[in-house]
């Protein structure tokens, strides 16, 4: 089955500065890439997700990139605020199949 | 539009006692999950329904856990008898779409057991 390994586990950043994570998988036919936000105590939740016909999607400072043939997509923030500090979750799925998550990164946006 | 409800939110038990976990989708959602997220790791999936039928349950340790939709709306999952590792936060989450994950999945509150 399909096996989602997500790094760095714990990223620290100052506020402004952009954060980068990257997620790998191992299931070629995945078509369906999304990425949660978890903030302390609260429910996870859609922040973008991007689709294996896409290799880039923005929405204001987030962005993700895919790139198939490596098999690997990354979430993009720009001009990082405290607000962003979570744990991030990336996930991947092909047709009929559930997510799989990966292990999460914690972000600290140091001010 | 309500959420995800869930309860309880907490339950602290003993091992080898059992303990239920109680959630009510969002309206029309057809496809409901139930992932259990250990401390410092991502969600992991245990079941998904579609309407009142599993649709996969292999990550689903039967000899403990039980889960059921009945009438396709609300879902209970069981865990009898409980182990020291089952300690997590149980998540419900239900999505629009007909089957499968290609569709933004949204999560309850969570339900957090401590087993001593």
């Known amino acids: 089955g399909e096996n989602v390994e997500q790094h760095p586990s714990t990223l620290s950043v100052q506020e402004g500065d952009s954060a980068v994570i990257k997620c790998t998988y191992s299931?070629?036919?995945?078509?369906?890439f999304p990425w949660y936000k978890q903030e302390l105590g609260k429910r996870p939740q859609l922040i973008i997700d991007?689709?294996?016909?896409?290799g880039e999607k923005k929405d204001q400072r987030i962005a993700v990139t895919l790139n198939k043939t490596a098999k690997h997509f990354s979430l993009h923030i720009t001009e990082t605020q405290p607000e962003d500090s979570a744990v991030y979750f990336c996930?991947?799925?092909?047709?009929?199949?559930?997510?799989?998550f990966g292990k999460g990164t914690r972000l600290s946006v140091i001010a | 539009e309500a959420g995800v409800a869930q309860s309880p939110r907490y339950k602290i038990i003993e091992k080898r006692q059992s303990v239920a976990f109680w959630c009510n989708p969002i309206s029309g959602h057809a496809t409901l999950y139930w992932y259990q997220q250990i401390l410092g790791q991502g969600p992991k999936l245990l079941i998904q329904?579609?309407?009142?039928?599993?649709?996969?349950d292999s990550q689903l340790p039967k000899d403990r856990f039980s889960a059921e939709r009945l009438k396709g709306v609300d879902s209970t999952l069981k865990i009898q008898p409980a182990k020291l590792e089952d300690s997590a936060v149980y998540l419900c989450?239900?999505?629009?779409?007909?089957?499968?994950?290609?569709?933004?999945?949204?999560f309850g509150e969570g339900s957090r057991l401590t087993v001593l």
């Open positions: 996930a991947a799925s092909k047709g009929n199949t559930p997510l799989v």
């Open positions: 299931d070629s036919a995945s078509n369906y």
């Open positions: 989450a239900s999505s629009l779409v007909s089957s499968g994950g290609t569709g933004e999945l949204f």
């Open positions: 991007i689709r294996s016909n896409v």
């Open positions: 329904f579609q309407n009142n039928g599993v649709v996969d």
